[in-house]
């Protein structure tokens, strides 16, 4: 049997990168009862800021939350991350996640939904514990070309070239009509929706 789930998401929000590893958990307990089932699960994107200039990450926090919203917006985090080994911080850079989509676009067509999820788990690593820019262009395509095996020239076409920015366009207006308002929203065999 097969399960289909799509999961609507940002690269630039913490809480989907925790939700992506809390799924990718219940989905192999759930195969350790039930070795039958298979999970095919895509990835498609959200822009919380589509209009988000680069910057410095925490100088964005500051600017969304107090000071001691932030304190317990991180507190949280970190709780929630250590979990999965994950050590969340608010350093580094920040900017608008198209590119970063683009590139998660071209993984999935080009090398499957395997390669895509090892690819977003590079992305999020990179950007919320190494402070990583999500909108550099030559990290994302180190990214690409390390944990994607993808060839530099198609990387270049889907930065600049039209088609994936349309297809890119296409997909967060088509989210926008099914419904899907915030993010992480886990879309499970087409019917059953959890957040967003």
């Known amino acids: 049997m097969l399960i289909d789930i799509v999961i609507h998401g940002d690269i630039l929000c913490p809480w989907c990168f925790l939700q992506k ?10 195969q350790a009862l039930h070795p039958e089932v298979e999970f095919d699960v895509t990835w498609k994107p959200f822009l919380l800021y589509p209009t988000l200039r680069r910057g410095d990450k925490r100088a964005l926090y500051e600017k969304l939350m107090s000071p001691e919203k932030l304190r317990l917006f991180t ?9 999965y080994g994950i050590e969340f ?3 580094g850079k920040t900017g608008p996640s198209q590119p970063a989509h683009r590139l998660v676009a ?4 080009t090398r499957g939904a395997n390669v895509q999820s ?15 820019d ?3 262009e030559a990290w994302l395509m180190h990214v690409g070309r390390t ?4 060839e530099d020239s198609d990387m270049r076409a889907a930065l ?4 994936l920015g349309k297809t890119l366009e296409d997909e967060v207006r088509t989210a926008a009509i099914a419904g899907v308002e915030a993010v992480p929203c886990v879309t499970v065999q087409k019917k059953y929706r959890v957040g967003g």
């Open 75 to 83: 507190s949280r985090l970190q709780t929630a991350g250590a979990r």
């Open 21 to 30: 590893k809390t799924l990718e958990e219940a989905m192999e307990r759930y």
């Open 160 to 163: 600049l070239g039209p088609g």
């Open 134 to 136: 999500i909108a550099d």
């Open 147 to 150: 944990e994607a095996k993808l």
């Open 118 to 132: 090892a690819f977003l788990d590079a992305l999020f690593r990179g950007h919320f514990e190494n402070g990583a």
């Open 89 to 91: 911080s608010v350093t």
């Open 106 to 109: 071209l993984t999935l067509e």
